[in-house]
């Protein structure tokens, strides 16, 4: 059987691949998996599901089950927004483990309702945030300061299925620690668009960080938080006043070097609420 060839200027003749090895090349291409390249949701993703564990005050298989289910429902997310960013073109790959993902998921959370029913609330929130974010993506806004606060609320889910999924019901506190984690790391959201000329300046973050903390000190004054678990909160202050004194740096550095600082500051957070909510000794 003759391959078809082609020959450049220089007279070198080329073997072109065939139609069945270039399928056999695109299928391998479909096979390999996809995954966020993000890590510093990774952080948001299971820092929030620790400070919800902390919460609960035991950790049994439901919350192992909880903690992969988050996982793969996190990964859902990436393929399928970056397909639909390039609708004009269908790629198998984003399609299929899009898909691979969102079944694992699905059928973990089916399960996991089965043992606690009230878990329902915590996917119909998650499945609003999904589409609010499909709709984002359509008109153009998915980078916008509501929709990626919108998107942390949405992994920070990963609080209140934490603690319901291990002790079968949800409490105002759960609740609260959902909300101050969504707070926390979503003002990331406005340390990163400082560096942005478009976005640089700094009414919006002292707006934010305002109404945060105010939040925070009224989560606590009503009892819903514990007042060191509130406090944490002021983690997120005082990274923001470091990106202010050191703006200069802050803006041209490289964002490698960003990420790393919001990475530790997020590791210190989540150390602190975690630990904050846990009782002197663990029950047997």
């Known amino acids: 059987m003759n391959e078809p060839v082609s020959v450049n200027e220089l007279g070198t003749t080329t073997v072109l691949p065939t139609e069945e090895q270039q399928q056999k090349v695109n299928f391998r291409g ?65 399609l299929i483990w899009a898909g691979i993902y969102g079944i694992i998921a699905v059928s973990l959370a089916v399960w ?25 993506v359509f008109r153009r806004k998915h980078k916008s300061i509501l929709n990626e606060l919108i998107i942390f609320a949405a992994i920070c889910l990963s609080t209140p299925l934490a603690y319901a999924a291990t002790t079968g019901n949800l409490s105002l506190e759960a609740l609260a620690m959902w909300i101050l984690n969504t707070l926390f790391f979503g003002s990331a959201i406005f340390t990163i668009k400082l560096r942005r000329k478009k976005t640089s300046s700094l009414k919006p973050g002292i707006i934010y960080h305002s109404i945060a903390s105010a939040i925070a000190i009224g989560f606590f004054a009503l009892g819903w938080l514990k007042l060191f678990t509130a406090l944490a909160f002021a983690i997120a202050l005082i990274k923001f006043a470091v990106v202010i004194v050191f703006r200069k740096w802050y803006t041209q550095a490289k964002f490698h070097s960003v990420a790393l600082l919001e990475s530790r500051f997020a590791l210190f957070y989540i150390a602190v609420a975690a630990i904050s909510v846990l009782p002197a000794h663990l029950p047997k």
Request: hydrophobic share 55%.
């Open 30 to 94: 479909w096979l390999k998996p996809t995954f966020s390249p993000e890590h510093g949701v990774l952080i948001v993703l299971f820092g929030s599901f620790l400070t919800g564990a902390a919460l609960a005050q035991t950790w049994n298989y439901c919350t192992n089950v909880a903690l992969i289910c988050a996982f793969f429902a996190l990964q859902t997310e990436h393929p399928l927004i970056v397909q639909l960013k390039q609708r004009s073109t269908w790629k198998p790959r984003y």
């Open 112 to 136: 996991l309702w089965i043992q606690s029913p009230i878990l329902v609330w915590i996917y119909a929130l998650v499945l609003c945030g999904l589409m609010i974010d499909v709709v984002a």
